[in-house]
């Protein structure tokens, strides 16, 4: 039986101060979640501020939320849309050309159900160059989603996603191929 | 290969000056957003202000978020849940005795993925009378959603729904009448 | 035809004075909202307050959402994550050792779709000891969750889960045993 009491995230490395993640947090609420305006340039540089690494020209909407800057990386020309959330407790990598479109959830977490102890796990999500992930798709742990895959709306990715593959469902399935 | 450099999105009519739009974006933070009491009949007459065809007797909770009010048109009766998002980069026409659950997002943008600029692509939504959004379910751009037609709760639908359909799933298919 | 206009929830108990309930949305919107800190025994002592039978060591996240406090009951070590919503008409009566994950939606209401006055209706959900709610998944009116079931990620329960069932799909049907 679950018994909660005895979970620790004692192993846990949350990757930055408590007074980093306070002060990141404040920031976000403010910047990020109130803000309604995007101020795309403005965000870039206080994510790079706070560890991230990110390219030229990525857009940042309205109510974007990143939980861990200091575990994000994207490339250049990567849209993040409005109440997309990257729940980064690892990294999550965004290669060149990415759509995150609007409410999707980037999920690098999870529980080991199978343990009373219901113990964390957390591995990276890498979304490959090109990769779209629809409005309210969601993506977990350890995912990675191939070059030019698209994650279609609402869509749940347990799983890797091929190369040029149009998945949809919960599991997201194959579908289609995107090109031709 | 998608390109987002080469994205423009020149050819989209917003349909509002810069000005209107930002004093709209503060408006829908400060009323729409942050209000935690509904008071639908202040909202009804500022979607108004804004240019939006809103009826009689139309109820609007918390933190339901409309893109446009320009693009906005909604007869009597209508109920708007919590959270519920219209993301109306092209008209969202809602009939009389609809209700939109809560979370429910009505989505009228998408994108070419077969071009490597990743157009953007604007279809109306259209909600005939005494359809039911359930919560959390998501509508795509160009979708009619026929009279009585109830989409279920969490359920996603890229395509039309027939009048008096109950519809249930990722991608929504038909599971019964709603009469009988 | 459904007719929102004769719609009526006057049988409806919301089962405290008006008064209380713009106190608790003021106060739900500055803790529970806006504040980006978790700040949980504050959180247990103001729903306590407000009616709420609240365990021991009981964790609730940012943007937790509470609809009405005073029909609320939660045991020992039970974890509510960020953005989940406790959209409790009824009681929502959550045991110990449970974990409901982020952007999940416990919605105790719907509506009697087949009368033209489309009447509310509102049924408890229980979530028995150990269960587990994905990250946004939905659980509908009436609902039980047995002793240790799982919903998985983005999964809509509109039936009742077994006990140690691991469900899954819109729909959600039963896809494997969380033991052995």
């Known amino acids: 039986m679950t018994d909660l009491s005895a979970y620790s995230s004692k192993h846990f490395d949350r990757g930055a101060s408590r007074l980093k ?3 990141w947090l404040i920031t976000s609420l403010l ?3 109130l803000c309604p305006l995007s101020f795309s340039a403005l965000k870039r540089s206080v994510l790079r501020f706070y560890g991230a690494k990110i390219g030229r020209n990525v857009t940042i909407k309205p109510q ?3 939980t861990f800057p200091w575990k994000l990386e994207i490339g250049d020309h990567v849209w ?3 109440e997309c959330w990257l729940f980064n407790l690892e990294k999550i990598i965004i290669a060149s050309n990415v759509c995150v479109s609007q409410r999707a959830f980037l999920c690098t977490g999870s529980h080991n159900y199978k343990l009373p102890t219901f113990d964390l ?3 990276p999500i890498t979304l490959a160059e090109g990769a779209w992930i629809g409005a309210g798709a969601w993506v977990g742990p350890g995912v990675d989603i191939g070059r030019q895959a698209v994650l279609t709306a609402g869509s ?3 799983n890797h996603l091929e190369p040029d593959g149009i998945y949809r469902g919960n599991p997201a399935i194959l579908v289609r191929r995107r090109s031709n």
Chains 1, 2, 3 share one sequence.
């Open 80 to 82: 993040l849309g409005e």
């Open 31 to 33: 910047l990020f979640q």
């Open 121 to 123: 796990i957390t591995k």
């Open 64 to 66: 974007v939320k990143i």
């Open 21 to 23: 993640e306070v002060t």
């Open 156 to 158: 749940v990715a347990a």
